[in-house]
């Protein structure tokens, strides 16, 4: 009798503890056409974190296209070209990925992404009210850049202080539009560029005081964009898994 009882005890802890265990998220890496070199990195990047279990899989614009996120829990758009990502989309594919997000998917951009996921281009995704500044100079050259985070950005990324270093790759200059357009959501800034590059002809005085990370809603879902690149800097790795578990759960 003894043995059954330790036997069942162990059955019933054991279902509990399965019972209990957080499903893995899937995640799934835009590949394609604009896909930048970065996005090796951020796929290792995304399974750095072991308490917050990943599967990663690769997606193309095709896929997107034809109904393949309804496979996966967050998208992400790395480094490289956001205009090639976002014509590799096409119509069809940019409002499927508008659907997933607004569905209750999660949407990383990263650089290139981030470009992608604002509504300042013919080719933009349209889900955050964000505009970039200094377009012209876009190619403002790469180099590390210092990040001020807002007491809430310090909170989120788990810093012990208000400034962070991370590597830059020519990300967009986010800003609040002049105008307010009341079908994308406006974005909430966790951080602030802190120091500047100014190559390749690029003004000085105008990167400083822009958003690098930013997150809003969009519908049910929800939408997280790096200018800089933390898959690319040493020690901030975790910065990308942190953005993604925040993409799939409730908390605020």
Not at 164 to 174: A, E, F, K, R
Not at 175 to 198: G, H, M, Q, T
Not at 206 to 235: K, L, W
């Amino acid at each position: 009798m003894m043995k059954f009882l330790v036997l069942l005890n162990v059955l019933v802890f054991g279902s509990r503890m399965m019972g209990a265990a957080e499903p893995v998220v899937r995640v799934a890496v835009f590949q394609d056409s604009g896909t930048g070199a970065s996005s090796t990195k951020l796929i290792d990047a995304l399974q750095s974190r072991e308490s917050f279990p990943v599967e990663v899989q690769k997606i193309t614009a095709e896929e997107i296209q034809n109904g393949r996120l309804d496979d996966v829990d967050v998208l992400v758009h790395p480094g490289g070209s956001g205009s090639k990502q976002g014509k590799a989309l096409g119509e069809l594919g940019r409002e499927n990925v508008r659907q997933f997000v607004r569905g209750g998917g999660g949407y990383l951009g990263v650089c290139a992404g981030a470009y992608l996921a604002t509504n300042d281009y013919s080719w933009s995704l349209n889900l955050i009210d964000a505009k970039v500044l200094d377009r012209l100079h876009w190619a403002r050259g790469t180099g590390a850049v210092k990040l001020r985070l807002s007491p809430q950005g310090t909170k989120f990324f788990e810093s012990d202080r208000d400034e962070i270093s991370l590597y830059y790759g020519q990300g967009p200059l986010l800003a609040r539009r002049e105008w307010d357009d009341p079908k994308v959501p406006n974005y909430e800034s966790l951080a602030i560029f802190a120091s500047e590059i100014a190559k390749k002809g690029a003004p000085r005085g105008v990167m400083i005081g822009t958003s690098a990370a930013v997150r809003c809603q969009y519908g049910d879902g929800r939408v997280f964009c790096y200018s800089p690149h933390p898959e690319s800097t040493e020690g901030q790795h975790h910065l990308i898994p942190i953005a993604v578990e925040w993409l799939t759960n409730d908390q605020p």
